[in-house]
């Protein structure tokens, strides 16, 4: 069962402009949502968190938000750069059930120059 | 501080015979989680787990996939009678033990069977 989804495989952005990557999900028992990039032939890092007490949080270009009602959250970047374009993976775990961390099938961000 | 080490990074099996993947945690770290990544699929669960205990293997096939996390030595993926569609990378990340903790991922092992 695919419990986080990112429904958009793919999303094409100009530089300076916003890339706004969209997720859901289903267990209302996740409480940390977390947001990875990957390269290829790389192991994905880790770019931004979010806990489910709060509904934001920014670090730079990066800003994550979170709608609990809806079960979505969404990465903004801006603005957007080329060195960006990378494949964007949501990820949510649960405390109650020993962080057990479950991630979507990833969004392909491409930044035009 | 090392990261999070796989080895191999590159693994080429002819079909039938046994897959071994290593995974070594960042230091401190006490939780493994291993992925599968398919071509142009993203990343799958398999399997979490703590040293000495499999905490979740729902993401596991049923049969000839196995993963252990022993108390000393790096977690083992280990797939036997390997077949041509078991080809995929396989990434392992490690976290610490508490609530609110993001993981950390290794460079992956990319298995080829022939």
């Known amino acids: 069962d695919q419990q986080v989804k990112q429904n958009s495989p793919s999303l094409s952005v100009q530089e300076g402009r916003i890339s706004i990557l969209n997720c859901d999900y289903t267990?209302?028992?996740?409480?940390?949502f977390l947001w990875y990039k990957k390269y290829p032939a790389e192991g994905p890092t880790f770019l931004i968190s979010?806990?489910?007490?709060?509904d934001k949080n920014e670090d730079g270009r990066f800003t994550v938000f979170l709608n609990k009602s809806a079960k979505h959250l969404s990465l903004h970047i801006v603005p957007s750069q080329p060195g960006d374009s990378a494949v964007y993976f949501c990820?949510?775990?649960?405390?109650?059930?020993?962080?057990?961390?479950?991630f979507g099938a990833g969004t392909r961000l491409t930044v035009k120059p | 501080n090392a990261g999070v080490m796989q080895n191999p990074r590159h693994l080429v099996r002819r079909r039938g015979q046994e897959a071994r993947l290593r995974c070594s945690p960042m230091?401190?770290?006490?939780?493994v989680y291993w992925y599968r990544q398919l071509p142009e699929e993203g990343l799958k669960f398999m399997v979490y787990?703590?040293?000495?205990?499999?905490?979740?293997e729902s993401g596991m096939p049923k049969e000839r996939f196995s993963a252990e996390f022993p108390k000393e030595g790096p977690s083992i993926l280990r797939i036997q009678q390997v077949v041509r569609g078991d080809s995929a990378a396989y990434f392992c990340?490690?976290?610490?033990?508490?609530?609110?903790?993001?993981?950390?991922f290794g460079q992956g092992t990319r298995l080829t069977v022939v």
């Open positions: 990340a490690s976290t610490s033990w508490g609530s609110n903790t993001e993981a950390f």
């Open positions: 267990n209302s028992m996740f409480d940390y």
């Open positions: 979010i806990s489910s007490i709060k």
């Open positions: 990820a949510a775990s649960e405390a109650q059930n020993n962080n057990d961390m479950r």
């Open positions: 230091k401190g770290h006490s939780h």
């Open positions: 787990l703590q040293k000495e205990n499999i905490i979740d």
